[in-house]
């Protein structure tokens, strides 16, 4: 969820600088631009997004898995990167295939797909190994409500 969110982020920020660098004023208001490509691009990249997360945790959980009794970050921030970015250009050529028909790796979202999903999801890993810490250490309190327990408070004796 939290490499998830991080791409989504990651993507509408990329868009938006990079749109907003190579706007040309004879189309128009950047700001009508930049609405108009949000609001195509952003439901799109949320959904799609969301399919390939749902697909791809298990390599995810594989990998973390195999790192488990690695102790130091930066070897699962390698992976996690490039897990990310094997994810990203594995989506922008099955993209390529099924709408194009031709793979072409000329055009922006070529790196811009992986490049956000490279950087997603080590930041999502270190998200929830924050997270974690600081559950395990005490400093976090746990949200589930127990409905038995909340149930007993109001008997009377």
């Known amino acids: 969820m939290a490499s998830w969110l991080s791409f989504n982020l990651l993507f509408a920020i ?3 600088v990079g749109e907003a660098s190579t706007h040309d004023p004879a189309l128009g208001p950047l700001a009508g631009m930049l ?9 799109v990249s949320l959904v799609v997004s969301g399919i390939v997360a749902l ?4 390599a995810a959980w594989a990998l973390g898995r ?12 390698i992976g996690y990167a490039v897990l ?7 989506v922008v050529a099955l993209y390529q295939l099924v709408v194009a028909h031709a793979l072409d790796f000329s055009g922006g979202l070529t ?3 992986p490049a956000c999903s490279a950087a997603a999801l080590p930041l999502g890993w270190g998200w ?12 976090i309190r746990s949200s ?3 409905p038995d327990a909340t149930a007993e408070d109001f008997i009377r004796p």
Do not use: E, Q, W
Not at 35 to 43: S, T
Not at 66 to 71: D, N, P, Q, S
Not at 128 to 139: E, F, M, P, T, Y
């Open 14 to 16: 990329a868009v938006i």
């Open 35 to 43: 609405a108009a490509l949000l609001a195509y691009l952003v439901p």
């Open 55 to 58: 697909l791809c945790c298990g």
């Open 66 to 77: 195999a790192l488990r009794r690695v102790g130091p970050p930066l070897p699962h921030l």
């Open 84 to 90: 990310g970015a094997a994810i990203g250009a594995v």
């Open 111 to 113: 790196m811009l797909v």
């Open 128 to 139: 929830s190994v924050r997270r974690a810490r600081r559950a395990d250490a005490g400093l």
């Open 144 to 146: 589930r409500v127990d």
